[in-house]
């Protein structure tokens, strides 16, 4: 079954710092996503990303975060200023069209010190 | 946004045994799937079953969209089906399936 790929698996950085988080989506799909789960709580929505533009983010995707599909395959999310908070597993998502599964990646696991 | 509810939050089961676990939700929605966390934090699909009901080897899944709630059952629990297990579900409002997720319910099962 295909996949969505996700780098690093772990990253570990000091508070302040930048940081971004790699995805390499299923080849011919067209919606992507990144959600968050900080430990032990829920899996929350960051952002959709539709024809080179976000096209919906939430209440946690302030001005640090920032995502871009810098060619055809990649899809990053960075984030800016890391603070303490920002410590969760970090998921990339994608899915083919409308209605149809979404998938996720393996996620990127961001400890801020 | 949607109220999702997921029950019970934590299950115990011995190898073996058959269990349902129970996704509620507060208003109509378009998109249901539910997913397994494993113990390394990988979220796997399980089912996207946004009405009827689908089976998938052990594992088969519910969803009366009508009533606001989803069944996930899981027979001949194995060892390897501990984790949780999240129900996520996209409002029709939203086109760019923006999940709200459950808070999970949490299985082990003891060899």
């Known amino acids: 079954e295909p996949e969505v790929t996700q780098t690093p698996s772990h990253q570990v950085t000091q508070m302040g710092q930048e940081v971004i988080l790699r995805c390499v989506p299923i080849?011919?799909?067209?919606?992507f996503y990144w959600y968050r789960q900080i430990l032990g709580q829920k899996v929350e929505f960051l952002v959709s990303f539709y024809n080179n533009e976000i096209s919906e983010k939430s209440e946690i995707f302030d001005d640090q975060f920032s995502v871009e599909r810098p060619d055809g395959s990649n899809f990053t999310l960075k984030i800016r200023s890391t603070k303490l908070e920002d410590s969760a597993m970090y998921f990339c998502?994608?899915?083919?069209?409308?209605?149809?599964?979404?998938?996720f990646g393996e996620g990127s696991w961001l400890t801020v010190v | 946004g949607i109220q999702v509810e997921q029950s019970p939050p934590d299950l115990i089961l011995q190898e073996g045994a058959n269990s349902t676990l129970r996704c509620n939700f507060s208003d109509s929605v378009n998109n249901l799937q539910w997913f397994h966390q494993n113990p390394w934090g990988q979220l796997i699909n399980l089912f996207y079953?946004?009405?009827g009901t689908k089976q998938n080897g052990r594992l088969s899944a519910t969803t009366v969209a009508t009533e606001r709630y989803s069944l996930l059952y899981i027979s001949s629990s194995q060892t390897t089906d501990s984790g949780v297990y999240f129900c996520?579900?996209?409002?029709?409002?939203?086109?760019?399936?923006?999940?709200?997720f459950g808070s999970g319910t949490k299985l082990n099962v003891k060899p």
């Open positions: 996520a579900v996209v409002h029709p409002s939203y086109n760019f399936n923006k999940f709200y």
């Open positions: 998502a994608s899915r083919w069209n409308s209605g149809n599964t979404i998938y």
């Open positions: 079953i946004p009405s």
């Open positions: 080849s011919n799909h067209l919606y």
